[in-house]
């Protein structure tokens, strides 16, 4: 992987990390201080389904990273 591929996937990682926890938060958050006046209740709830967002994202993007490594290394190693 070149430099620059390396630098927009930390870049599409660590925007994907934020957003997917920022949006089921501030969800939360506006249900809970307009609609059911339940502070902090859905704030949290959202808050806990944005960390499993992330972390099954995050599992995705590095296990795909990881297999398209591990498949040029063996591309390398069967020239030889």
Known sequence: ???RAV???IIGVGWYVALS???PFG???WLDKNKFNS???LTLIGLGV???IM???VY???RQIRDNEEGKNKKQVSKY
């Open 55 to 57: 972390f099954y994202g």
């Open 7 to 9: 630098i927009f996937t």
């Open 27 to 29: 969800i939360g958050l």
């Open 60 to 62: 995705r993007i590095v």
């Open 39 to 41: 502070f902090p209740l």
């Open 1 to 3: 992987m070149n430099k």
């Open 21 to 23: 926890l920022l949006i």
């Open 50 to 52: 944005g960390t499993i």
